[in-house]
């Protein structure tokens, strides 16, 4: 049997096709993860990502390219996506902290909480949900690091990232003049 055949096969949703599939290229796409990004890890965790992405998105395969060629750019746009999720920073809401992020760049968000009065914030802060004023009470008003805020909070801390910054956004379109 040839390679497209099996190609067709998974697109059909045959077991047999993905199996060959995943055993002819798995050992490629993991030594080439490896050899780019030095991190054995990463490079198992972004070929699971890939081929099961791959496999949901199957049929839009195009038989004019090769497979690992396609497998190879699924990793790729993968590890952007990982590299961007590792990138989310958070930044203090007022110039006169005494903790600065030197290297940070603020975001929009940010930025409109800086130049907002503090009885307007305070006013459009008791809007968000407690558990949103809660995180950005401790973090910005309190100082507290993600950790501390996550140990006395008993939340992980990625997910008290993400709480993070999904209250900023929330207070940040709070705070947008509207027109």
């Given at each position: 049997m040839h390679e497209q055949e099996y190609i067709e096969r998974a697109k059909a949703g045959d077991y047999a096709g993905f199996n060959y599939l995943l055993k002819n290229y798995w050992r490629y796409l993991t030594t080439y993860l490896t050899k780019k990004y030095n991190d054995p890890y990463l490079a198992e965790e972004i070929c699971i990502q890939t081929f099961a992405r791959a496999f949901d998105k199957i049929h839009t395969f195009k038989d004019q390219y090769e497979f690992k060629t396609w497998l190879v750019q699924i990793a790729k746009n993968l590890v952007i996506d990982e590299h961007r999720k590792k990138k989310l920073t958070t930044e203090p809401i007022f110039e006169n902290t005494k903790k600065q992020?030197?290297?940070?760049?603020?975001?929009?968000?940010?930025?409109?909480?800086?130049?907002?009065?503090?009885?307007?914030?305070?006013?459009?802060?008791?809007?968000?949900?407690?558990?949103?004023?809660?995180?950005?009470?401790?973090?910005?008003?309190?100082?507290?690091?993600f950790k501390a805020i996550s140990q006395e909070l008993q939340i992980p801390i990625n997910n008290l990232k993400v709480r993070s910054l999904r209250a900023k956004k929330m207070l940040h379109q709070q705070l947008i003049p509207k027109t």
């Open positions: 992020i030197s290297d940070a760049v603020p975001s929009i968000e940010d930025e409109m909480i800086k130049s907002q009065d503090a009885a307007d914030l305070a006013k459009q802060l008791k809007k968000l949900p407690q558990h949103y004023q809660q995180i950005i009470e401790m973090r910005y008003f309190k100082e507290m690091s």
